[in-house]
């Protein structure tokens, strides 16, 4: 008898899962959008060339040794990932704590442990988000509950809803909102309604949470994409930022990311810093060391930080492509329904307004492997497989 006997098997993880299933299926149309990464025009992963550039220069650079880093990552590769989020008299200010951590993942980890050492009760994130989100604040022993988000009707923002979610918040309760690209629904605020959004977290005495995922991937623009965070910092709010660079340099193995709290001063700062450090010394001592080493190589490199700054276009230009064919290809067809969503929304995902059943169908009857929520990753279409799965969502819609 084991002494594991007594351990129930887990399911799956909903998206990797997926990616096993897809693994195993051998049929040739098989197409898969569950999985938010980068897929070439001939569905290939990608690994950027201005990150295989500076890979190489990382690998030649014989200063580089295999030491730990800093439990908080090189004070020097701060500066260049600030500057993507803040203006420099805010980085100048010293008002902001940033640590190196394990990706978006990994950041929102070590910020959820932090939410619940401050003594914070409640996160509330939008309905829906991204799955692992409620699990990792639970994980804290924090306290979950949803805000209302997504429109079914309009395929759109419930801004309405949301509003109305914030005024139940209570003084000192975390409001998790995604900074750019909302996952899964690829639906954001416009800048009034941001507006609106900052005022009322303000009023509300909220602590603000922002996941940032997918800067430059909506636009290709670093700095519209990073609006939210600007504008929260000219707030004078406090407030957490998860940095991301799985999808905007495709490091995604490499899980590079930072946590940022933007404080009211230096010193607080500096407090809020020497606890960072305490919990990721505890939970993995320090963070890895190349991912960090070639994102900073990018961007202190100013050929590099030029190409990096080119292929973001590429990326989110190609999507852009993509979300107008399948909408075209969609409607060519007389498929039921309203699908501008398709175009409207933005970044790697569109929230298809597919039921759970016609999910299924999608799966199992047409190899097209998605998200049960209806949620399709754009970066697996392409034009050789783009007109197959409009064909089979009139099917499944019908
Ligand atoms: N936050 C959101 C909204 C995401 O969609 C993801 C990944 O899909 C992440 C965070 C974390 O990604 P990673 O840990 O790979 O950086």
Redesign the pocket.
């Known amino acids: 008898m084991s002494i594991f006997a007594s351990v129930p098997k887990a399911p799956a993880d909903p998206i990797l899962g997926l990616v096993g299933r897809f693994k195993a299926d051998t049929s040739e149309k098989k197409v898969n959008l569950s999985v ?1 990464a980068y897929r070439t025009a001939e569905g290939k992963p990608w690994i950027l060339p201005s990150v295989a550039e500076a890979e190489k220069l990382v690998v030649l650079d014989t200063t580089q040794d295999k030491e730990y880093q800093p439990i908080d990552g090189k004070p020097e590769n701060k500066l260049p990932v600030q500057q993507l989020l803040f203006d420099q008299s805010v980085i100048d200010s010293g008002c902001i704590a940033t640590a190196q951590a ?5 950041s ?1 980890q070590v910020i959820a442990q932090f939410l619940k050492f401050m003594g914070v009760k409640k996160v509330w994130g939008p309905n829906p ?2 799955g ?2 409620p699990k990792i604040f639970a994980r804290a022993l924090l306290e979950y509950e949803t805000y209302p988000y997504w429109h079914q009707e309009s395929r759109g923002l419930d801004f309405a809803g949301m509003m109305a979610g914030i005024q139940k918040m209570q003084e000192g309760e975390c409001i998790l909102l ?1 900074a750019v690209a909302h ?1 899964p629904t690829g639906v954001d605020p416009t800048v009034a309604q941001w507006d609106e959004i900052v005022a009322a977290c303000r009023e509300r005495k909220l602590i603000p949470l922002l ?1 940032n ?2 800067q430059g991937y909506a636009s290709g623009d670093l700095a519209k994409d990073g609006y939210a965070q600007r504008l929260f910092t000219s707030s004078g709010l406090e407030f957490f930022i ?1 940095q ?4 905007n340099f495709g490091l ?1 193995g490499e ?1 590079i ?1 930072y946590v940022h709290a933007k404080c009211a001063t230096k010193e607080a700062a500096e407090v809020v810093l020497s606890q960072l450090k305490i919990i990721i010394r505890q939970a993995y001592s320090s963070p890895p060391k190349h991912g960090a080493a070639i994102v900073n190589k990018v961007l202190t490199t100013p050929e590099l930080k030029d190409m990096w700054l080119k292929e973001l276009t590429l990326m989110s230009n190609r999507i852009s492509d993509m979300r107008v064919a399948l909408r075209q290809a969609i409607e060519a067809k007389g498929t039921p329904g309203t699908w501008n969503h398709v175009t409207d929304q933005i970044g790697m995902f569109t929230f298809t307004g597919l039921s759970k059943e016609q999910v299924v169908r999608m799966v199992e009857e047409f190899h097209i492997y998605m998200t049960a929520d209806g949620r399709i990753s754009m970066a697996g279409l392409n034009p050789s497989n783009v007109q197959y799965v409009a064909e089979c969502i009139d099917k499944a819609a019908r």
């Open positions: 938010g394990l990706s978006g993942t990994g929102l988000t991204w692992n989100h995604h996952n996941d995922a997918y998860a991301s660079f799985a999808k995604y899980r990311g």
